[in-house]
């Protein structure tokens, strides 16, 4: 039986990626911080299938202890300050988390399991002011937030540990992957729950901000199964991840509030509270190396996405007003 540790299995993509490694019969360990606030809601119902160790980011001992108690076959690097929009006001915190972080996991599987296969989200943020469309492997980076330039620093600090320790370890450049399970904080999800709360009367408008910033968006449960085909090639390699689509801000709404038979216009204004410094207003995911070696292509388009996440806040906001 194959081990795999995730940090970061309480989030949107821990909690699927820690489902599809129980299917295909890992014992899955997730590394939890002690002081975390976060709740286990996502993982509720395979908590009892797996196994929590308290670890920090912050402290690399701590996850020198983890994977000595571990011994995993595979690491996945999940664990981060993702919330690009927080970035700005917490630039430091998502360098210790987004970049050194990565280094710390990396320099304790160096010591303690060098022959483990290793993991890192990259994300599609690193290419922000964009130098080409659609962007793949080759395409220069140009962060345009705190977090993209932390993201940059994982990406590279991956590249050289695989090139200087010989390590596995690759980076998949994840486009943006949605779910029913992502946080309240991230633009699809304020939209989807704040179509179900308007729809059941709960609320009466949604305030947003560029709604012309285009997004290939994707679905979480597609994309982590390209992680794990990452980690099953015999050389390492990064990867994109995309739906090679790309999609406004503003459709987003349209198709969420029509699942729920309203008129976005009705509802949705522009607040300036809401926009980024420096706007990110194209990505384009061209996931063909994906495609091609991986033999990965997404299930879920962008329509079937936006109604699988509006249907799921319908649901759950009848349920809490019962």
């Given amino acids: 039986m194959k081990k795999a540790l995730i940090t970061g299995i309480t989030g949107q993509d821990g909690s699927y990626l820690a489902e599809l490694l129980l299917e295909k019969g ?81 320099d304790a599987m160096r010591y303690v399991c060098p022959k483990a296969k290793f993991y890192q989200a990259s994300s599609s943020e690193m290419y922000g002011k964009v130098h080409a469309v659609p962007q793949n492997e080759d395409t220069p980076f140009h962060p345009r937030s705190p977090y993209a330039v932390a993201k940059v620093y994982g990406h590279y600090i991956t590249l050289n540990y695989r090139e200087s320790y010989k390590l596995f370890a690759v980076s998949g450049i994840l486009f943006n992957h949605e779910s029913p399970r992502r946080g309240l904080e991230f633009v699809t999800r304020k939209i989807t729950d704040g179509v179900a709360r308007i729809k059941l009367g709960l609320a009466k408008e949604l305030r947003m901000g560029n709604m012309d910033a285009k997004r290939d968006w994707g679905f979480a449960g597609d994309y982590v199964q390209a992680m794990w085909l990452m980690l099953q090639q015999k050389t390492p390699d990064d990867f994109v991840v995309a739906t090679g689509e790309t999609h406004s801000v503003r459709e987003f709404c349209e198709l969420a509030f029509a699942r729920a038979g309203l008129n976005y216009k009705k509802y949705v204004s522009t607040d300036p509270k809401f926009l980024r410094p420096a706007e990110v207003d194209l990505l384009l995911g061209d996931a063909t190396k994906a495609q091609k070696k991986l033999k990965w292509k997404p299930a879920v388009n962008f329509e079937a996405l936006v109604n699988m996440m509006v249907d799921a806040d319908l649901k759950r906001w009848k349920h809490l007003t019962r």
Avoid at 42 to 63: A, N, P, T, W, Y
Avoid at 83 to 104: D, M, Y
């Fill in 26 to 106: 890992y014992e899955v360990h997730g590394m939890l911080r002690r002081s975390s606030n976060a709740t286990l809601d996502r993982i509720e119902h395979i908590k009892d299938r797996v196994h929590l160790e308290l670890g920090d980011l912050l402290d690399e001992m701590s996850v020198i202890h983890v994977l000595e108690k571990v011994k995993p076959d595979e690491i996945y690097n999940l664990a981060a300050q993702s919330f690009v929009h927080a970035s700005w006001s917490q630039p430091v915190l998502t360098g210790e988390f987004t970049a050194l972080g990565v280094t710390r996991v990396l």
